[in-house]
Nanobody, 124 residues
Framework: QVQLVESGGGSVQAGRSLTLPCAAS????????MGWFRQAPGKEREFVAA????????YYADSVKGRFIIFRNNGENTLYLQMDSLSPDDTAVYYC?????????????????WGQGTQVTVSS
C-alpha cells in the first residue's frame, strides 16, 4: 500500500514563496512518475506539475510555468513543489499523486494514489 502525505501549506501574501513536500511510503517511489494537482473552491481539480521517475523530465501547467518547480529526492522518498511569486489565483488545496505506469502525466484519472491535500491560501 502506498501512502502520500503532503505538508508545507499555509497562508502567505502575494509575491511570497512556499515549498510543499510530499512524503511517500513504500519502496517503489523511485519507479513511478509523480504529479501535483490543485483544487480551488467550486472548481475542478486541475493539473499543476509532474515529473518522471528519475526527475529528468518535468511538465507544467501554463498557469504556473516559470513560477513553480517540481523536483524529487528518490533516496528520501519525497516529492516537492517549489512555488514562487504566488498570487491569489494559486489559492487551492494542493495534492500529490502517483502516476499509473504508462498513463498520461496530465490526466487526473491516470493517477492511482493521492495524498489528503494541503491548503495554500494567498492573500493580496
Amino acid at each position: 500500500q502506498v501512502q502520500l502525505v503532503e505538508s508545507g501549506g499555509g497562508s502567505v501574501q502575494a509575491g511570497r514563496s512556499l515549498t510543499l513536500p510530499c512524503a511517500a511510503s513504500g519502496r517503489t517511489f523511485g519507479d513511478y512518475g509523480m504529479g501535483w494537482f490543485r483544487q480551488a473552491p467550486g472548481k475542478e481539480r486541475e493539473f499543476v506539475a509532474a515529473i518522471n521517475w528519475s526527475g529528468v523530465t518535468t511538465y507544467y501547467a501554463d498557469s504556473v510555468k516559470g513560477r513553480f518547480i517540481i523536483f524529487r529526492n528518490n533516496g528520501e522518498n519525497t516529492l516537492y513543489l517549489q512555488m514562487d511569486s504566488l498570487s491569489p489565483d494559486d489559492t487551492a488545496v494542493y495534492y500529490c499523486a502517483r502516476r499509473k505506469e504508462g498513463g498520461s502525466y496530465f490526466i487526473r484519472s491516470d493517477y492511482d494514489y493521492w495524498g489528503q491535500g494541503t491548503q495554500v491560501t494567498v492573500s493580496s
